[in-house]
T-cell receptor, first 113, second 114 residues
Framework: GDSVTQMEGPVTLSEEAFLTINCTYT??????LFWYVQYPGEGLQLLLK?????DKGSNKGFEATYRKETTSFHLEKGSVQVSDSAVYFC????????????FGTGTSLTVIP | DAGVTQSPTHLIKTRGQQVTLRCSPK?????VSWYQQALGQGPQFIFQ???????QRGNFPDRFSGHQFPNYSSELNVNALLLGDSALYLC?????????????FGPGTRLTVL
């Protein structure tokens, strides 16, 4: 069935370090892929998305490229800030089954000054 | 423009009780989805409502039921609460009959079952 697997956390980085959070997916057809961010005590916020193969989603310095050949959608940022500390969720919408989203288990990121 | 709102913020119940959670979608959105997020886990899809009907359902028992009102707001009801129902319940709304990729999430309701 449809599913998302993402890198286990927690991840701790120093400010200005490079960030990669791995995400791979299983889906039939052509899903849309997303990264959501959740700050403490808050709901989910859409960070970026890609709707077809080779698309690159980007927002606030974060990027992810939809790689169909490797079924991956890894999140990257060149220089993290303390304010990026949050939990990051990779998600997919298979579209073939309506608008049900499948989420990974989340990766907690802490950025220290 | 208010985003997705949920009430209450927190709720404490005991096993066997029933609970109702509420959600008001973002203005202009007509589709509401509910998710359960257990501690340390990603959200799990419960069901989706459009035009006051349940359009799609995830792998949750019948104890979980919902309703959508003509103004597009929605309720999630859980009967015969179990300890394992303790979680953050998230509501998400979508425009355009829910066939787009856009989902806006509310802040959630934290349910604790004792």
């Amino acid at each position: 069935g449809d599913s998302v697997t993402q890198m286990e956390g927690p991840v701790t980085l120093s400010e200005e370090a490079f960030l990669t959070i791995n995400c791979t997916y299983t889906a039939t057809g052509y899903p849309s892929l997303f990264w959501y961010v959740q700050y403490p005590g808050e709901g989910l916020q859409l960070l970026l998305k890609a709707t077809k193969a080779d698309d690159k989603g980007s927002n606030k310095g974060f990027e992810a490229t939809y790689r169909k050949e490797t079924t991956s959608f890894h999140l990257e940022k060149g220089s993290v800030q303390v304010s990026d500390s949050a939990v990051y969720f990779c998600a997919l919408n298979p579209k073939s089954t309506g608008n049900q989203f499948y989420f990974g288990t989340g990766t907690s990121l802490t950025v220290i000054p | 423009d208010a985003g997705v709102t949920q009430s209450p913020t927190h709720l404490i119940k005991t096993r066997g009780q029933q609970v109702t959670l509420r959600c008001s979608p973002k203005s202009g959105h007509d589709t509401v989805s509910w998710y359960q997020q257990a501690l340390g886990q990603g959200p799990q899809f419960i069901f989706q409502y459009y035009e006051e009907e349940e359009r799609q359902r995830g792998n949750f028992p019948d104890r979980f039921s919902g309703h959508q009102f003509p103004n597009y707001s929605s309720e999630l009801n859980v009967n015969a609460l179990l300890l394992g129902d303790s979680a953050l319940y998230l509501c998400a709304s979508s425009p355009g009959r829910g066939i787009t990729d856009t989902q806006y999430f509310g802040p959630g309701t934290r349910l604790t079952v004792l």
